[in-house]
């Protein structure tokens, strides 16, 4: 289809024409022309929104659904639909489906699932056979069928010569590892954040050193063998503190922070709603605030919903039986919004693309239109009438959210 943006604000530092506000036609998914006043012409559907501002298409580094295995939960088809009206015209999907994602032919399941959509999904294949941290799957063959990195989705890598080999043998194809950063020996049977609140609440807790010593000793592997590391969704002030002196020793490790660990601490658990119940536990204001300074720095490179959605039979229980996991897509601009500048949030939106290698394309003429579409101005409190997805369990229901996400433009086509 073809389009025509007007009054469009371009947020994005790559483009001759960030902060202005300009007319922007598309044709066939290429960006045909930019200019302060462009003209309707036959063929060409006319998007007038209120103060609508478009930047590089928004990328997510961890976002789960149910299918294959898990359909109730969710479908590709319907989280595709989700990722695109809440702005992200990329996705990188976890491999905890029903079987593992481990095999290129998974791999080739889930690209083919998602063809011919305005939101591109990039497979994550599992770094182990079934995720059970024993043998390494077959890389390579993944990443030739479309996989863009390795890694079992909440599951720590217990055994530090497995990681060693991981490294070693992915830089022979330039893969990216990722390593999730819990101490299992560490955090026993914990559900929630150790601290006082724990106490309190009489439930057992995960202290953040089993995250710390895990993230110590894979920076240690990272050091001895070289090769790329990501390690997603950190949650304390200590990991920040260790991933920046790796940066600064030149070691190429990379890493992410889930968005509730950004604006929800400990003490919403006082409730004992289950949709606050996340791996990582929800940690300190201190984390809060030494997180937000990780990004503020460079040194936490990406935000990710960590989308994960749960059905009610394994949400709604009790607190030690439901399983880890809140959606996050719908609710993600709003709250970055709310908590970073517009230029902090649009930047840890799309820098995920550079580190997963995957294309991150500015805004110019001749070039392909890959934009999300917002406005951001106003509040509004997040309620039920926001979640598109199939499964309910957000932890942002009740919160305050800053700007609106309007949608999509990318692969020729448009979701507004």
């Known amino acids: 289809m073809n389009f025509l943006l007007k009054a469009a604000t371009v947020i994005d530092p790559s483009s001759p024409f960030h902060h202005q506000t300009v007319d922007i036609l598309i044709e066939n998914g290429i960006i045909k ?3 302060a006043l462009l003209e ?5 559907e006319e998007i007038k929104l209120h103060n609508l501002h478009v930047s590089k298409g928004w990328f997510d580094s961890s976002v789960s659904y149910g299918e294959p295995g898990y359909e109730e939960r969710e479908t590709i088809e319907n989280g595709l639909f989700v990722a695109a009206k809440s702005g992200f ?8 489906t029903l079987p593992i ?3 290129s032919a998974s791999v080739g399941f889930l690209k083919g699932k998602s063809l011919q959509n305005a939101v591109s999904l990039y497979p994550i294949g599992a770094l182990t056979v079934k995720s059970e ?6 890389l390579y063959d993944m990443q030739q069928a479309g996989a863009i990195a390795f890694g079992d989705y909440k599951k720590a890598i217990q055994n530090p010569n497995l990681l060693k080999i991981a490294l070693l043998y992915a830089q022979n194809f330039d893969g990216l590892v990722l390593s999730y950063p819990q101490d299992n020996s560490i955090a026993g049977k914990g559900m929630v954040h150790e601290e006082e609140q724990s106490t309190l609440l009489g439930l057992k807790g995960i202290p953040a050193l089993a995250e710390e010593l895990q993230i110590s000793r894979d920076l240690f592997l990272l050091e001895y063998t070289g090769g790329k590391l990501h390690i997603p969704t950190i949650s304390t002030a200590k990991s920040v503190q260790l991933i920046r002196e790796a940066k600064a020793k030149g070691l190429q490790v990379s890493c992410s922070v889930s968005v509730h660990h950004l604006y929800l601490t400990d003490q919403e658990l006082s409730s004992f709603d289950t949709n606050y119940k996340v791996l990582p536990p929800l940690r300190t204001q201190k984390d809060i605030e030494a997180l937000l300074e990780g990004i503020k720095d460079g040194t936490i490179d990406m935000v990710t919903s960590d989308h994960q959605p749960i059905d009610i039979e394994h949400k709604k229980v009790e607190f030690d039986n439901a399983k880890y996991g809140t959606i996050g897509l719908e609710s993600t601009f709003g709250i970055l919004n709310t908590v970073l500048s517009l230029e902090q949030t649009i930047n840890v939106l799309t820098s995920g693309r550079d580190v997963f290698k995957v294309e991150n394309i500015s805004i110019d003429k001749g070039n392909r239109a890959n934009l999300s ?10 309620s039920l009438d926001h979640v ?6 957000s932890a942002f229901l009740g919160k305050e959210i800053t700007g609106k996400v309007y949608g999509v433009i990318s692969n020729g086509k448009g979701i507004i």
């Open 89 to 96: 015209t990329g996705i990188a999907l976890n491999p905890n």
């Open 388 to 393: 598109l997805s199939t499964s309910k369990n």
């Open 33 to 35: 022309d930019i200019d």
């Open 133 to 138: 941290g024993v043998d390494l799957a077959e």
């Open 373 to 382: 579409l917002f406005n951001p101005k106003g509040t509004n409190t997040f």
């Open 101 to 103: 994602i481990d095999t």
């Open 40 to 44: 309707v012409s036959e063929n060409v």
